[in-house]
């Protein structure tokens, strides 16, 4: 563990999942992300986001996600916190799987989110990177569900959702680009998963699980 991961213990953690591997964003990271996230994520008529992120010009979007990426670990406590690890496909950068949630020790939930590089879509690595989360989540978190959502006119983001074994729960009305928009909520039980073909490799779990204000190692 290198020192800024005693200090900061998300830094040390590390998600091995076949081809996969994710582990928290580093400012490193970032220029590599701008990088991935400006040769396109969605086609030009889409909008999967709820804030049209994906859309701000390259000079402005380099700042911005530094800024985003900052901001959420300055937010980061056990009541409140969100989990961003940058996923790496046989070493390549190919996009960021997220996970946030609130009162994480007495709910044992929250949502997940994620994006992939447009060049890296329709090989399954989509899938795989959310598999990976779910299971480290109700693995070795404790979780009791796991929640995600996507707008109805993104088929992609729900076909995920199904293979992985998430289950409709409802819709809601939301804002996007100043414009109705439904959202699809979905909802994941450990009985439901659909879990990944490889096994996962862990590191700093435990120092991680008392980050979060969980007790005991992890499973």
């Known amino acids: 563990m290198d020192a800024l991961a005693r200090i900061w213990p998300a830094f ?6 076949g081809p996969l591997q994710l582990a928290a964003v ?24 709820a804030v049209p992120w994906s859309t701000v010009p390259l000079p402005a979007l380099a700042p911005a ?9 300055a937010a980061f406590e056990p009541d409140s916190w969100s989990l961003d690890l940058v996923v790496r496909h046989q070493s390549t950068v190919v996009g960021v799987q997220g996970f946030g949630t609130r009162d994480y020790p ?6 997940t989110g994620s994006w992939l590089g447009r060049e890296h879509q329709g090989r399954g ?8 989360m779910c299971a480290f989540l109700f693995d070795h978190l404790d979780a009791a569900e796991v929640t995600s959502a996507a707008f109805t006119d993104n088929p992609a983001s729900l076909a995920v959702s199904r293979k992985v074994g998430y289950a409709d729960n409802g819709l809601s009305r939301e804002r996007r680009q100043d414009v109705l928009a439904h959202s699809q909520r979905l909802t994941l ?13 862990i590191e700093g779990l435990d120092a991680f699980r008392r980050f979060i204000g969980l007790n005991g190692p992890g499973g």
């Open 189 to 201: 039980t450990a009985d439901a998963f659909v879990r990944p073909p490889y096994p996962l490799a």
């Open 12 to 17: 040390g953690l590390r998600i091995g999942c």
């Open 26 to 49: 580093r400012d490193d990271d970032v220029p590599v992300l701008v990088d991935l996230a400006a040769g396109g994520i969605h086609d030009p008529g889409e909008m999967p986001f």
């Open 65 to 73: 996600m530094a800024t985003y990426y900052w901001r959420q670990r």
């Open 106 to 111: 007495v709910t044992r939930t929250g949502e």
């Open 125 to 132: 690595i989509g899938t795989l990177m959310r598999q990976t």
